[in-house]
Nanobody, 127 residues
């Protein structure tokens, strides 16, 4: 079992930056694929970024490439999402997710890939 707790959300102005954290329990965090998703009111949950279970590959939605960066620190069982040049349309609840299975490539873009989810953290972006 893995428990995930997000933090770092909050109101930010358009053009600003924010770093989200996802603290994970469990001894094998380093072998989990990790992803970030977001959900805006009235919309479906959408993929934002992920890295593979090996930690060697990263994946990004086209809408955030060049502005967001995903990272992990296995020593403290924490994943991060650095968000720069935020736009009002980025307003959403952001969720981190984990999977213990050995997926690859486009699998990480799909929410059904992930077994474990955090409770989410709100990120309102004001215009």
């Amino acid at each position: 079992q893995v428990q995930l707790v997000e933090s770092g959300g909050g109101l930010v102005q358009a053009g600003g930056s924010l770093r989200l954290s996802c603290a994970a329990s469990g001894r094998t965090f380093s072998r989990y694929g990790m992803g970030w998703f977001r959900q805006s009111p009235g919309k479906e949950r959408e993929f934002v970024a992920a890295f593979s279970w090996t930690g060697s590959r990263t994946y990004y939605a086209d809408s955030v490439k060049g502005r967001f960066a995903i990272a992990r620190d296995n020593a403290v069982n924490t994943a991060y999402l650095q968000m720069n040049s935020l736009k009002p349309e980025a307003t959403a609840v952001y969720y981190c997710a984990a999977t213990g299975s050995m997926y690859s490539g486009s699998d990480y873009f799909s929410a059904v890939t992930y077994n474990y989810w955090g409770q989410g953290t709100q990120v309102p972006v004001s215009s």
